[in-house]
């Protein structure tokens, strides 16, 4: 069973479905969790425009460790900052420095052009590290 569990979120609704996986799998085996959240930057001709606000950043965060320290999760929490390019390298440096023995994260549902131009970084992580990686599908928010 895994003991040392990363799980990596981002502003978007899908983290809710990737933090709640990353509970039951902890709550269920007694794993740690780090979570991880990559400020992100984007590159334009000479400047660098960051992409998300810092508050905000760590109000994502802060959110996350919080809904799995309530579950009685050993959790703690993590910001590193990076370029989009470089979000998928900084996660699998954050596993390895963990020693984590998986990765969840949430995939982000993009056609096959859009992803060829900007890879998702699901895909990106999988091919970078050596630790599982699990995909949470995104909750249903229809019903």
Do not use: C, W
Not at 112 to 119: C, D, I, L, R
């Amino acid at each position: 069973m895994f003991q040392r569990i990363l799980v990596a979120v981002d502003p978007s609704p899908a983290r809710y479905s990737a933090v709640r996986l990353a509970a039951e799998m902890a709550a269920s085996s007694g794993a740690e969790v780090r979570v991880l959240h990559v400020v992100a930057s984007a590159a334009s001709l000479a400047t660098v425009v960051p992409l998300e606000d810092d508050g905000d950043a760590k109000a994502v965060l802060d959110e996350a460790v919080a809904i799995l320290r309530d579950k009685g999760v050993k959790t703690e929490g993590v910001l590193a900052r990076g370029l989009t390019t470089q979000i998928a390298t900084a996660i699998s440096e954050s596993a390895e420095e963990f020693s984590a023995d998986l990765i969840v994260l949430s995939p982000h549902h993009r056609g096959s052009v859009e992803a060829f131009f900007n890879p998702r970084v699901s895909d990106a992580v999988a091919h970078a590290g050596r630790t599982a990686l699990l995909l949470a599908p995104e909750e249903d928010t229809t019903a």
